[in-house]
């Protein structure tokens, strides 16, 4: 799930930029290069950043057992601040185990 203070600061930003007409946020990136690639408890971070470059944000997580994970967010936006219902935007966010390989992910997208 990604972080509800993360998903604030994005949507904020937008807002704040609301007197530029159009509006880009975040580096656009191809989640179906990483899909068709990724091998779970495999895939290490260099492999990922060669892939997709270097992520928007980092953090960690830490699952409700106590374990804690490298996370790496990649997140694009971008729409006219006239009419944002037609707004692109998509959400990668990659956890990492100890050892630096891909332990999970979440990728959302507006249906745009």
Known sequence: M???S???VIFLSILLLSACG???LGRDFDVGVFAAK???GVTTQVQVRSWLGEPTSVG???ATDGERFDEWDY???EGEMADMST???KILQIKFDKQGKVRSYNWSASRH
């Open 38 to 40: 990724l091998e779970q």
């Open 87 to 89: 707004a692109k935007v």
């Open 22 to 24: 159009s509006v880009k």
């Open 6 to 8: 993360r998903i604030t």
């Open 2 to 4: 990604l972080n509800l």
């Open 75 to 77: 997140y694009y936006a």
């Open 60 to 62: 960690v997580s830490l």
